[in-house]
């Protein structure tokens, strides 16, 4: 859990997905229409996957894509887009000073 909270406090939005998932590519892509820029970790490309993957786990995060907005987990796609559909999300970005506008 501790590199998970780590990894997640280096930067305003992080994104823990895997590449080949059109899931997390999507919610990506959302973040970054805001005018954000969030670090994204590909879970293929790190050596301590297991360690993250069961640490988002017990977060509740069971699949990719784990957002992370302001050192707190948001939750997956499906609550990303909720908070995008409410209008909430944006206000977050602001908040966690991701973007400006």
């Given amino acids: 859990m501790e590199k ?8 305003p ?3 823990f997905a ?3 998932c059109v899931i997390s ?8 229409s805001f005018g954000a ?3 994204v970790y590909d879970l293929d ?9 069961e640490a988002l786990g017990s977060l509740g995060c069971n699949d990719m894509p784990a957002v ?3 050192k707190k987990f948001i939750g997956g796609s499906n609550e990303v ?5 409410k209008g909430e999300l944006k206000p977050k970005l602001i908040r966690a000073k991701a973007i400006w506008i």
């Fill in 13 to 15: 939005v992080v994104i």
């Fill in 4 to 11: 998970v909270m780590g990894l997640a406090a280096e930067s």
């Fill in 18 to 20: 895997r590449r080949d």
């Fill in 68 to 70: 992370f907005i302001g």
């Fill in 25 to 32: 590519y999507t919610i990506e892509t959302l973040i970054r």
């Fill in 81 to 85: 887009m909720s908070l995008n559909v």
């Fill in 45 to 53: 490309d790190l050596q301590d996957r297991e360690e993250i993957r």
């Fill in 37 to 39: 820029y969030p670090t």
